[in-house]
Structures are given as C-alpha cells and as structure tokens.
C-alpha cells in the first residue's frame, strides 16, 4: 500500500499569502493519479485537483497542483479567508485502490 | 450528480448499520459510487465501491467480510452495510461518485455512533 505524507501538518499564513503544501508518496505514483480535497468544518470533502494538476469544474484558477512520481504541491497563490480549510491528498492504485494523506491543517495567522 | 445520504445513527457494539446515499441526476448507471469513512479528528480512508450496472464491489482488506455494499437501481440509491460495529467503526460515512480515479462530488455525510 501507498503511504501519502503530506507537509506541514499545519501551516499559519495570512489572507493574500501563498500557500505552498507537500504530498509525499512510498512509491511512484503511477499515471500520476494523485488528487487534492478541501474540507472545512463540518463539510464533507470537495476535489480541488485531479491526475495530480488538472483543476475540477468550478474551482478558482488560484489552485494549481504540481508533481509527479513520488512528489506532489498544492499551491494556492493568493489565500482567501475562505481557503482556510484541511486539505487532503490521495492516490489511486489498482492494488489497493484509494488512500489518503493524514491532511495539512491551512490556518489564519 | 447530487447525493443525499442518510440521516445519523447510535448502534450498539456488534449490532449492524445500514446507511443509504441517493443519487439525484442522470448517469447512475453508468457510473461507479464509493464509501469513505472519517473517524473523529482523524483522515480519510477508503471503505469500497460499486459498480451499479454490474454490481460488482471491491472493498479494503481491512473491511472485507464485515461490509457489504449494495444499489438499487430502481431508486438510485447505494447503501453501506456494516456488521459486527465497534467503538472504533464510530465515523462520519460519507458516499461519493468515482470521477476516473477520484471522487466527485461528495455526499453531506452520515454520523455513525458506536456505544454502550
């Protein structure tokens, strides 16, 4: 199975900042099939990126995502308050199908 | 797609549940429906899927014989079934549509309550 670690566990920035967050992965992630999600309090998940830099309908041109192999970036180039959530990754392989990173924790400095 | 799940649930240790998700909108059967857990405080993990048209269900190993999920294609609606519950399968259940190797959208999610 794929272990996904992601970076920083929490990270402290202000509204108008950049946000840079890591996903690392045990191994190669084939076909890039690596994904992001936001979660705010109470919500479920929503998937921001897929196939590790292709943004999903509907989500601002401010989230891009980068990597492949076994390192992966969510970048969010200018924070808005409503940015301020838990983010997630996950990887997909046929053997073990979907897992998911243990989440980076975006919060207003 | 626009899926609607059950409402939450208090069980006691080694009873069953059954949480259902309702799809709104076209494509049900031609498309592949999940489960995702979230245990308090804590990530995400994969629970298993179905494959409607085919009803054909893979699970996660550590899931496999304690869970069974199902559809109904007359209603549109996907249900998760979990047997044997513990303190510890106490979680928000959320379903979702497979969009390639992800999920989208989500379902509001389920709050199922394990206890004594």
């Known amino acids: 199975e794929i272990v996904l670690t992601q970076s920083p566990d929490t990270l402290s920035l202000s509204p108008g900042d950049r946000a840079t967050l890591s996903c690392r992965a045990s191994q190669s992630v084939i076909n890039n099939f690596l994904g992001w999600y936001q979660q705010t309090p109470g919500q479920a998940p929503r998937l921001l990126i897929y196939a590790a830099s292709s943004r999903a309908a509907g989500v601002p041109a401010r989230f891009s995502g980068s990597g492949s192999g076994t390192d992966f970036t969510l970048t969010i180039s200018r924070l808005e308050p409503e940015d301020f959530a838990v983010y997630y990754c996950?990887?997909?392989?046929?053997?073990?199908?979907?897992?998911f990173g243990q989440g980076t924790r975006l919060d207003i400095k | 797609v626009q899926l609607v799940q059950s409402g939450a649930e208090m069980k006691k240790p080694g009873s069953s549940v059954k949480v259902s998700c309702k799809a709104f909108g076209d494509r049900f059967t031609s498309s592949t429906f999940g489960w995702v857990r979230q245990a308090p405080g804590q990530s995400l993990e994969w629970v298993g899927r179905?494959?409607?048209?085919?009803?054909?269900?893979t699970y996660a190993q550590k899931f496999q014989g304690r869970v069974t999920i199902t559809a109904d294609r007359s209603t549109t609606t996907i249900f998760l079934e979990i047997g044997g519950l513990r303190s510890d399968d106490t979680a928000v259940y959320y379903c979702?549509?497979?969009?390639?190797?992800?999920?989208?959208?989500w379902g509001q999610g389920t709050q199922v309550t394990v206890s004594s």
């Open positions: 979702a549509k497979r969009r390639g190797n992800f999920f989208d959208p």
């Open positions: 996950q990887q997909y392989t046929a053997v073990s199908e979907m897992t």
């Open positions: 179905i494959n409607p048209p085919l009803n054909f269900t």
